[in-house]
């Protein structure tokens, strides 16, 4: 499996973007797509995860609300909607698959087996 995220930039505090990740190869329906995020000079953290099989969403109490994580009608591709978006919000931005994740791992990077490369979101106030 090879994950490519797309759809960063820069937007103003406020604004609203769209992150896109499509995976290449199959994505078996016990697989969670998650998306983390790392700003400078800090640890890359959980920002939200979707379960293939069912939808399930989970969310970062600091992204709920303003950020949705959704499966595309395309297999295979998943999106991150983010609104409300705040100047702490700027890092970049992974996403990642992993499989058998149960739900309190979910937060874990270290369960995703498959990451894209990352996409730059900037945040200006």
């Known amino acids: 499996v090879q994950l490519q995220a797309s759809g960063g930039g820069l937007v103003q505090a406020e604004g609203s973007l769209r992150l896109s990740c499509a995976a290449s190869g199959r994505i078996f329906g016990s697989y969670t797509s998650g998306w983390f995020r790392q700003a400078p000079g800090k640890v890359r953290e959980f920002v939200a995860a979707i379960r293939w099989s069912g939808g399930s969403t989970y969310y970062a109490d600091s992204v709920r609300g303003r950020f949705t994580i959704s499966r595309g009608n395309a297999k295979n591709t998943m999106y991150l909607q983010m609104t409300s978006l705040k100047p702490e919000d700027t890092a970049v931005y992974y996403c990642?698959?992993?499989?058998?994740?149960?739900?309190?791992?979910?937060?874990?990077?270290?369960?995703?087996?498959?990451w894209g490369q990352g996409t730059q979101v900037t945040v200006s106030s």
């Open positions: 990642a698959a992993g499989a058998g994740i149960i739900t309190s791992a979910l937060m874990s990077d270290s369960q995703y087996d498959y």
